[in-house]
Nanobody, 117 residues
Framework: QVQLVESGGGLVQSGGSLRLSCGASGIPINKYHMNWFRQAQGSQREFVASITPDAELNYAVAVRGRFTISRDSLRNTVDLQMNSLRPEDTAVYYC???????????WGQGTQVTVST
């Protein structure tokens, strides 16, 4: 059984930092495209950042230079370091795993990030 479990969300003031973590069980994350998405209230889910099996990194324009995605293959976790947070970063953040050749996709349950002014 595959599980993705996010942690690290919370309430932070504008300009602050948070570090989200996604713990995976049942899949080797270094064989998957690991992604972070977010969904603000009343908005569609949007891409935030990704790391490929080849360790290629990609970021949404809105977070580039402020967020950093990383992978720990031994712990089987993917982290998202979020710095210089803004109120518009407020959303539920979801971890996502995609295996392209088998077209398998998994989602975590999400973790709330709230940035106050």
């Amino acid at each position: 059984q595959v599980q993705l479990v996010e942690s690290g969300g919370g309430l932070v003031q504008s300009g602050g930092s948070l570090r989200l973590s996604c713990g995976a069980s049942g899949i080797p994350i270094n064989k998957y495209h690991m992604n972070w998405f977010r969904q603000a209230q009343g908005s569609q889910r949007e891409f935030v950042a990704s790391i490929t099996p080849d360790a290629e990194l990609n970021y949404a324009v809105a977070v580039r230079g402020r967020f950093t995605i990383s992978r720990d293959s031994l712990r089987n976790t993917v982290d998202l370091q979020m710095n210089s947070l803004r109120p518009e970063d407020t959303a539920v953040y979801y971890c996502n795993a995609v295996h392209l050749s088998t077209v398998r996709m998994y989602w975590g349950q999400g973790t709330q990030v709230t940035v106050s002014t």
